[in-house]
């Protein structure tokens, strides 16, 4: 799906109005612009380079799903276009290409993928130095997205960089959606029974830690709790209801490994 939907935003509002992108999507609209190399040929070769770079620094399967959406993409980009999107007003080709991008590489990322390119850079990034995704892609397009002024004109250019600002924004937000988790600390005297609500209403595991007071030096349970987005609205009305009285400490964090607690 992410692939089919990033292809859709390149063969039908990106290239139909002669507007640029990042990185080696960008270099495979310049070569079509200028030497009417096929798009698809000219990601396949690149990105299968960049992938190779991707084995050193990224897990098997990271690489692995990436190159399956790179070849994926590869032959959506082959697909015959219908219809594709003219107007005069390309800013709207550009706003809709943009979102459509960020959509699809939150449903690779989400996949455990990439579509190779400057997200192969972006997650080495987000792995090393704890960049968002978006963030890190956007800044590696950029430096591929400039340049490209020389061949689509300073007019597209400009519309790219819009392009490539949305799709990093889209591409943050999709994953603070549906990636992220909720945290949630409760300090009660009824943490047990809180615990068993959660854990009966919600099916989740809940994990009790052992706290100290520092002033009063009594000893005491601290609950922790992380949940999904979706989940969320639940939580605090099942706290509240067994201990209105409870301190609850919420925090929204970007991403869980085995994300199923232990029971201590």
């Known amino acids: ?46 990105n299968g380079i960049l992938i190779l770079v991707g084995f050193k620094f990224l897990k098997r399967e990271t690489v692995f799903y990436s190159l399956w959406a790179v070849l994926w993409i590869s032959i959506f ?32 990322f989400r996949a455990k993928g990439t579509i190779a390119g400057s997200t192969i850079l972006a997650k080495i990034v987000n792995r090393y130095l704890g960049i968002r995704n978006g963030s890190a892609m956007l800044f590696f397009d950029l430096t591929v997205a400039i340049p490209s002024g020389f061949v689509i ?17 889209v591409l943050n937000k999709y994953l603070d959606a549906f990636g992220a988790k909720r945290s949630v600390l409760v300090l009660s005297k009824k943490n047990q029974a809180i615990g068993e609500a959660l854990s ?23 609950l922790f709790y992380v949940c999904s987005n ?28 085995g994300f199923r607690l232990p029971d201590l």
């Open 1 to 46: 799906m992410g692939a089919m939907v990033y292809a859709l935003a390149i063969n039908y509002f990106l290239i139909p109005n002669r507007i640029g992108e990042g990185g080696v999507t960008g270099l495979t609209a310049l070569g079509y612009y200028t030497l009417r190399i096929p798009p698809a040929l000219t990601n396949f070769v690149l």
């Open 77 to 108: 980009l082959r697909v015959p276009v219908f219809l594709p999107f003219h107007t005069s007003q390309t800013i709207i080709a550009a706003i809709t290409g943009g979102t459509l991008m960020g959509i699809s590489m939150g449903l690779i």
């Open 153 to 169: 004109g300073f007019q597209n250019m400009l519309l790219t960089v819009l392009e490539l600002y949305i799709s990093a924004v």
């Open 200 to 222: 009966d209403n919600l099916g989740q595991g809940v994990t009790m830690l052992k706290a100290t007071g520092f002033y009063s030096q009594q000893d005491m349970d601290a």
């Open 230 to 257: 979706r989940d969320w609205t639940a939580v605090m009305p099942i706290i509240m209801s067994v201990d209105p009285e409870a301190l609850v400490v919420t925090d929204q964090i970007r991403s869980v490994r």
